[in-house]
């Protein structure tokens, strides 16, 4: 029987295991407008260390979640972290205990280690932007270069919810559901410094503050001992400062964590700052399937199941299913 051709616009975490589970069903193509893989799940690299300046762990609830990890963690690509916590309202440290006793797992020896290991025998175009979709009897896709790339029965999108709506016809059924989801953006601020910080924690999350999150990125398991730090803005303080310039940003978060953690600036040897301008789902409560089986197009990731990692898997799992009903 000849093989179903499919287009995967997007290889990050959910664009990877939408072709890890349709490989089997049918001809991938993936492809990615960044020259590496994994979206979220990113590591950026320096001379002397590396910075996980995206998901910074994930949780495992569901049972076929915590399946699908159990052989890369004997593998030890993933393995769990146990990080000493705090948590803080404004100034105020008000708990040096997580709010749940469950695991958090990291990717080893960086994030996109596992996003890696989920490319390696996929045909992905990298440094490819799609801008422009059409169908007639089979789908289209066309780049920014003007480059054609045709004969494909489905469309995936795994893509934030704002871009996927770009190449949504607004009569399409799930367009309005889409155009719902919003997606908040967050500074990523990666430091490195000449000497160990003095710090009671290894990880913190910030309530009611500009500062969201703050982890020691060399506590992981597998990390350069290099001293450096994550600092994650909230979504409030991001939204206010998306047009400003990212080193004044940067510049701004540096002052403001030394609240948390007191440095004198002439210590940080390496600093950067990323913008993730789709980086969270306002919305957390809904779990939307965005699939047309009678033009064989689909969207899928995170924000339409509740955010996070495994909020990814699930979304890409439910997804694949309803088009294999289709392709069987």
């Not at 992905?124 to 896709?141: A, E, G, M, P, S």
């Not at 799930?174 to 410094?193: G, N, V």
Request: glycine residues 4%; proline residues 3%; hydrophobic residues 40%.
């Amino acid at each position: 029987m000849k093989k179903n051709h499919i287009a995967i616009i997007g290889a990050g975490l959910t664009g990877l295991l939408l072709a890890q589970k349709l490989k089997n069903f049918a001809n991938i193509t993936l492809f990615e407008k960044s020259r590496g893989v994994g979206g979220r799940l990113a590591t950026r690299r320096n001379t002397s260390t590396t910075f996980d300046h995206g998901a910074q762990y994930f949780t495992a609830r569901n049972t076929q979640f915590k399946a699908w990890l159990a052989p890369l963690i004997n593998q030890n690509l993933v393995t769990q972290w146990h990080p000493k916590y705090a948590l803080f309202d404004g100034f105020n440290l008000i708990s040096t205990q997580w709010p749940s006793i469950e695991p958090r797992y990291i990717a080893t020896p960086s994030m996109n280690t596992l996003a890696k290991y989920l490319a390696s025998e996929y045909h992905i175009l990298n440094n490819v932007h799609i801008d422009k979709i059409y169908r007639d009897t089979q789908w289209t896709l066309k780049d920014t270069h003007q480059n054609i790339y045709s004969n494909f029965d489905w469309i995936i999108l795994a893509i934030p919810s704002h871009q996927a709506l770009h190449f949504i016809d607004k009569n399409s059924f799930f367009y309005e559901d889409l155009a719902k989801i919003k997606m908040t953006p967050c500074f990523s601020a990666m430091l490195e410094f000449n000497h160990p910080l003095d710090s009671a924690f290894d990880c913190a999350h910030i309530k009611n503050h500009d500062i969201a999150w703050l982890a020691l990125n060399h506590t992981k398991p597998g990390r350069s001992s290099a001293p450096t730090l994550i600092v994650q803005s909230s979504a409030k303080y991001s939204e206010q400062c998306i047009d400003m310039k990212k080193e004044d940003v940067l510049e701004d978060l540096i002052h403001k964590v030394t609240s948390f953690l007191p440095f004198n600036s002439d210590s940080i040897i390496h600093k950067d700052i990323h913008l993730w301008r789709y980086a969270n789902n306002q919305d957390f409560s809904t779990s939307k399937l965005l699939v047309d089986c009678d033009t064989n197009l689909a969207i899928a990731g995170d924000f339409c199941s509740g955010g996070r990692v495994e909020g990814a898997f699930d979304s890409a799992m439910k997804t694949a299913d309803i088009i294999l009903n289709k392709l069987k």
